[in-house]
């Protein structure tokens, strides 16, 4: 089968590679589209040993049962499914109070395991749920990083929602600005350094949005809110400074989630986090119970997806560098791999 192969460390590749075989529990999925995470070019552009080569990365795709492999799962050939980025046990504690995100033994594809970067992906049936026939490839891949940004949003049950920031626009931060709206109806406000991401934040529903090449989004989220700070802060960044900047822009028992993985270590004051007691979480996915919940509103047809660009696997490698760049329109690539299902 064809597959887009991470060799070696800075390389990829289109490559025949072996079908993979089938163990106990699983089916295989002839993968139709596969999106391309940032946390994927992350890793790859810092050499990260969270994604060790040779691999086939991938982890956000949808498809339809090739193979159901006489499992007990429900699952027939022919059934078009989305899979979960993580594979859960079901029986630890994360799993067993809904945190399957946390699962202590979870594997995510196209890290711990051969991802959808490929024809073929062997799944495990317990992490496959139905892709709705309304639902476009190109979307229902969305599942994943939705799930995310509701998983990010439901930090702080007890936390106050209505005035919500977001800081950096890729992928996930506007997942997170969508989730804000459609499921807390909260008015966000949303800043980024690149004008196009900036624009794509505006068709998810942001209120306000904030070019942070150009403007300090202090001065402009106080007008916006009527000198008011923001009641939910989440960096989609991740980076030393934006960290620090959404501690700035919290208010004094506000609720922050970092997010976003771009640095790891920092140097705050605490005094600040101490006396304004403000609250820090990070977030990590998304549980099973988020990714089900993001297939339904995917499934409702409400997401715009101008900002997003498809690419055929054999274009792969391109669709890869253009998201590397960080540049213009290329926010989001999505790769076409499989026929079309109408044509199966």
């Given amino acids: ?14 490559r025949d590679v072996p079908k993979p075989s089938l163990v106990g529990g699983e089916v295989l999925v002839r993968v139709s589209n596969c999106g ?4 994927e070019l992350e890793t790859f552009r810092t050499k990260s040993v969270r994604r060790t080569p040779p691999l086939v ?7 339809y049962i090739a193979e159901a492999n006489g499992t007990q799962s ?49 799944v495990p049936g317990h992490v496959l749920i139905p892709w709705s026939d309304g639902t476009p490839g190109t979307t229902a891949v969305l599942a994943e990083p939705l799930a995310t ?15 919500v920031l977001v800081i950096g626009s890729g992928p996930i931060g506007l997942m997170c600005v969508f989730a804000a709206k459609r499921l807390h109806n909260s008015n966000v406000v949303a800043s980024d350094m690149i004008p196009e991401r900036v624009d794509a934040a505006r068709l998810m529903g942001a209120d306000l949005t904030v070019n942070a090449e150009r403007q300090n989004i202090e001065p402009e989220i106080a ?10 802060v989440i ?14 822009l919290i208010e004094p028992g506000g609720m922050v989630v970092w997010l976003g993985l771009e640095e790891d270590r920092i140097v705050l004051n605490s005094y600040a986090l101490t006396l304004g007691q403000k609250l820090v979480s990070g977030t990590y996915s998304g549980s099973l119970n988020d ?50 299902l109408s044509k199966s």
Avoid at 36 to 39: K, Q
Avoid at 81 to 102: P, Y
Avoid at 292 to 308: F, P, V, Y
């Fill in 1 to 14: 089968m064809r597959a887009l192969f991470y060799p070696s460390w800075g390389a990829l590749e289109l």
């Fill in 36 to 39: 391309i995470c940032s946390s």
């Fill in 57 to 63: 990365m991938g982890h956000e795709f949808c498809g």
């Fill in 74 to 122: 429900g699952w027939k050939e022919g059934d078009k499914v989305i899979a979960h980025a993580l594979i859960h046990c079901g029986k630890c504690a994360a799993c067993l109070r809904g945190d399957t995100n946390l699962c202590i033994e979870r594997k995510v594809f196209g890290m711990h395991r051969a991802g959808g970067f490929a024809e073929y992906v062997a």
């Fill in 149 to 163: 940004g509701i998983n990010a949003m439901r930090q702080g049950p007890t936390a106050r929602k209505s005035r």
């Fill in 223 to 232: 007008k916006h809110w009527s000198g008011e700070k923001a009641e939910f």
């Fill in 235 to 248: 960096d989609a960044v991740g980076s030393a400074k934006t960290k620090l900047l959404s501690l700035e």
């Fill in 291 to 340: 990714f089900q919940q993001a297939a339904q509103l995917l499934a409702s047809g409400a997401l715009d997806t101008r900002w997003i660009t498809e690419y055929p696997l054999a274009k792969a490698d391109t669709a890869f560098h253009a998201m590397l760049s960080g540049k213009g329109n290329s926010i989001k690539a999505i790769l076409q791999i499989g026929e079309p």
